[in-house]
């Protein structure tokens, strides 16, 4: 068993304070790899990801999407889309980006950076803030966000397990 792949998920938490220190394009591509072999229906593969480094453009994220303060401390944003034309079947288009999601997480803290999800989807008005500030088109559509900086601390492993939340062969 690879426990290190195993532990990185169990230790990875939402980062929302980060130094000053920026992102490299050998990191950003890393992260996007890692978002592009994400698992989706069909292997179709429909997600768009737009790139924020501008402190403008990050700071007006930050006022789009309410809970995206650490935005404008961050030196990185990634709006993960999806596109309408390119989904196998209507409705998997937020689970193959939300995968794609996660995938971007678990790799910054791989590479020893912090990230946070930040919902977009199903909220309109966070969707058309964000169509409006990239001027995306309609057959795409914003499912996520994601600050991403170096931590000003580590995240501790909390225990989430919890059996009670377990249903074997039936609910009760």
Known sequence: MNTEAYES???????????????????LRMLLDAAMSAPSARNTQPWHFI??????VLNTMAEIIPYGKMLKDAPLGLVVCGDRTQQARDGYLVQDCSAA???????????????????VYPREDRIEGLRELFRIP???????AISVGVPMKAGERAERYREDRVHRNQWD
């Open 101 to 119: 999601t996660q995938n971007i997480l678990l790799a910054a803290h791989a590479l020893g950076l912090g990230a946070v999800w930040l919902g």
């Open 51 to 56: 790139v924020a480094t501008e402190r403008g």
């Open 9 to 27: 998920i169990l230790t990875r938490r939402s980062c929302r304070r980060y130094t000053q220190e920026g992102i490299s394009e050998a990191h």
């Open 138 to 144: 309609e057959d795409i559509l914003p499912i996520a």
